[in-house]
């Protein structure tokens, strides 16, 4: 079995752990973070403000779903019946479940049983799995260019701040520690990937844990960082392919053994579709020992997304 950690958070990942978890000899544990506040789940945290943000699990453990009904039921998002108070959020199945597993008992269940659960019912290859980088809550915290500071991932994913404003520190308050069984995949591991994902929303916090630095440091694992596709609006304006790597290698307190880059821009019609959000393709100016240019581009579905066999292959034949 080739040892493969996935480092990721939001949906960036999912095509990516996907089309790892279809081949052979691969054993994946993908890590997000927790530090979401953000989105649908967000009214849950409001009103249970004990519970940790598990939608980033939720994708993760979806993503290796071998039970196709369960991971669109996980999936599945309300919004068809306006005034329902599930509809006017647009909470999906799977924040319910998450919140509802968290709160039904006392003591409470804990969280990795409550991921093993979900694993078993999602019907998981028994060798994969998902272990979150950390399993406390803390806000992600940020401080602009001008010296603004910025608390809570969601105000980092939708910016009300002037987006082209660069982001130059990151934290958490409070401080989290590392999950202990994550430093234990990486320390096994064999190659460890980062990204794709939104740079300071998905993927930053996951170095921002105690401890995580360092495992990166130690590893023996060599670490590949996936470069995103596009651009983000209040995240990564204007940034080519050395502004995420400088950003992930300080973070990760790592060199990059390597740096996998799209090598196909997307048709004039796709783009267009990211205007309105005012993201670009990301102009890949690396070039050097470990940089891997390849066409990952996949837009079947309309939008641009790194294509899932192709990352996949790509990755495993990263392994000596």
């Given at each position: 079995m080739k040892k493969i950690v996935v480092i990721c958070g939001g949906s960036g990942a999912l095509t990516e752990l996907r089309g790892l978890s279809e081949l052979p000899d691969v054993e994946i544990t993908a890590m997000p973070n927790t530090f979401d506040s953000g989105g649908a789940q967000a009214v849950f945290l409001e009103h249970y403000p004990e519970s940790v943000a598990m939608a980033d699990v939720d994708k993760c453990l979806v993503a290796l779903a071998q039970d196709p009904l369960q991971a669109r039921l996980h999936r599945f998002r309300f919004g068809k019946a306006p005034g329902d108070g599930l509809s006017d959020h647009r909470q999906t199945v799977g924040n319910i479940i998450w919140i509802a597993l968290q709160n039904m008992e006392e003591p409470r269940v804990p969280l990795r049983t409550a991921i093993a659960h979900l694993a078993k019912k999602l019907d998981l290859k028994p060798w994969h799995r998902v272990e979150p980088i950390a399993i406390q809550r803390a806000d992600l915290c940020v401080r602009l260019e001008n010296g603004t500071e910025i608390r809570g991932e969601t105000h980092v994913d939708v910016p009300k701040h002037d987006g082209r404003l660069r982001i130059v520190d990151a934290w958490?308050?409070?401080p989290a520690e590392m999950n202990e069984y994550a430093l234990e995949a990486i320390r096994n591991a064999e190659l460890i990937v980062?990204?794709?994902?939104?740079?300071?929303?998905?993927l930053v916090p996951c170095f921002l844990p105690q401890g995580?630095?360092?495992?990166?440091?130690?590893?023996?694992?060599?670490?590949?960082?996936v470069v995103n596709l596009m651009t983000k609006y209040g995240e990564t304006t204007d940034f080519k392919a050395s502004d995420f790597l400088a950003v992930v290698t300080r973070y990760a307190s790592r060199t990059m053994d390597f740096v996998i880059c799209n090598s196909v821009e997307p048709s004039r019609k796709v783009g267009e579709l990211y205007e309105e959000e005012r993201a670009i393709p990301v102009e890949n100016d690396l070039s050097g020992e470990g940089v891997i240019k390849a066409d990952l581009l996949d837009t079947t579905s309309g939008t641009a997304r790194h294509h899932s066999r192709r990352l996949a292959s790509l990755l495993v034949s990263l392994i000596g």
């Open positions: 958490l308050e409070p980062i990204g794709p994902g939104d740079l300071y929303s998905s995580v630095s360092e495992a990166l440091g130690s590893t023996k694992a060599k670490i590949a960082y």
